[in-house]
């Protein structure tokens, strides 16, 4: 891989260079991911939780999600170099090395903590982090492509939580197929977003390829459908009525969300969309968890 020239060694303090280690890893996505699993045990177990099953789980996912974060940064340093040069390695607060470093630390013990669930749990831990690896060295560039790789990834850790307690139930594939696709249409959103860089590095975004107006347009049809998707579970009498009213908030969010990116699909108005998708995303995780106890 050719690597940009980072802007130099500069003199950081401990408390700054701890701070570009946490900032790094996203930290917020790295927990929403871990709450994923825990959710999605909760789900399989019928609202109930197995508290040394729930922390595993969640550590698992959450240092491979935080080697991914890193890795992405680090094999991204020329893009964020345009689009976020705030970011710990363009910013100089990390070397790529470190990064790199860091990174695969941060695997090893991923995969350390799934060594100590079941057997299809390492295998599939495994998967989700080579799948996110391969993303970051090449599926990235090739644009949407890489946008299903990332919502695979992101839908998987509600099956993995199932998967840990042995208990993987049809309502988890709702929810996992839900969360593909808000995260499916978060990602083109963010393809509006750094569309700059992406373009001059060659990476094949939907907004790269046709523009940010049809780009907005195909993340609204997305949201669309995972809002199509969410009463599903009501009609099936999989959750309980208290899935309901948070459900609900979500949709409108989503819905509102979509209309307000489409009118102006600008970077600004994409920046905005992405943070709300994440909102939406998470009253959703809240609905699911709900909906798995009876009134």
């Known amino acids: 891989m050719k690597v940009a020239k980072h802007p130099g060694s500069k003199r950081v303090g401990a408390q700054r260079k701890a701070f570009g280690f946490l900032?790094?890893?996203?930290?917020?996505?790295?927990?929403?991911?871990g709450f994923g699993v825990i959710i999605g045990e909760i789900m399989a177990l019928n609202a109930r939780l197995i508290l040394l099953s729930a922390l595993v789980g969640f550590l698992v996912a959450f240092f491979l999600m935080a080697a991914t974060m890193v890795?992405?940064?680090?094999?991204?340093?020329?893009?964020?170099?345009?689009?976020?040069?705030?970011?710990?390695?363009?910013?100089?607060?990390?070397?790529?090395?470190?990064?790199?470093?860091?990174?695969?630390?941060?695997?090893?013990?991923?995969?350390?903590?799934?060594?100590?669930?079941?057997?299809?749990?390492?295998?599939?831990?495994?998967?989700?982090?080579?799948?996110?690896?391969?993303?970051?060295?090449?599926?990235?560039?090739?644009?949407?492509?890489?946008?299903?790789l990332v919502s695979i990834c992101v839908a998987l850790p509600f099956i993995y939580g199932g998967i840990v307690v042995d208990s993987v139930k049809p309502i988890l594939g709702f929810f996992s197929i839900m969360?593909?696709?808000?995260?499916?249409?978060?990602?083109?959103?963010?393809?509006?977003?750094?569309i700059d860089g992406d373009a001059l590095k060659g990476v094949k975004t939907v907004a790269v390829l046709y523009g940010s107006s049809k780009a907005s347009r195909i993340s609204?049809?997305?949201?669309?459908?995972?809002?199509?998707?969410?009463?599903?579970?009501?009609?099936?009498?999989?959750?309980?009525?208290?899935?309901?009213?948070?459900?609900?908030?979500?949709?409108?969010?989503?819905?509102?969300?979509?209309?307000?990116f489409t009118k102006d699909p600008s970077r600004r108005n994409a920046k905005t969309v992405k943070s709300l998708a994440l909102i939406w995303m998470t009253i959703?995780?809240?609905?699911?968890?709900?909906?798995?106890?009876?009134?």
């Open 23 to 33: 900032e790094i890893i996203r930290p917020i996505n790295c927990l929403m991911i």
């Open 71 to 148: 890795m992405n940064d680090y094999y991204d340093l020329e893009i964020d170099m345009i689009n976020n040069p705030e970011r710990p390695i363009p910013s100089g607060l990390i070397s790529p090395h470190e990064a790199l470093s860091y990174s695969i630390l941060l695997g090893i013990i991923g995969l350390v903590f799934a060594a100590f669930t079941n057997l299809s749990g390492f295998i599939v831990a495994a998967f989700a982090l080579g799948l996110m690896m391969y993303y970051n060295t090449r599926g990235k560039r090739t644009g949407f492509f890489g946008n299903v």
């Open 179 to 194: 969360a593909f696709l808000s995260n499916l249409g978060r990602e083109v959103t963010k393809g509006v977003m750094d």
């Open 220 to 260: 609204a049809l997305f949201f669309s459908l995972a809002v199509l998707i969410s009463p599903i579970p009501i009609v099936l009498d999989m959750v309980s009525t208290l899935y309901m009213p948070l459900v609900a908030v979500a949709d409108l969010g989503f819905i509102a969300s979509s209309i307000f």
């Open 284 to 295: 959703g995780l809240a609905a699911f968890v709900a909906g798995s106890y009876s009134i």
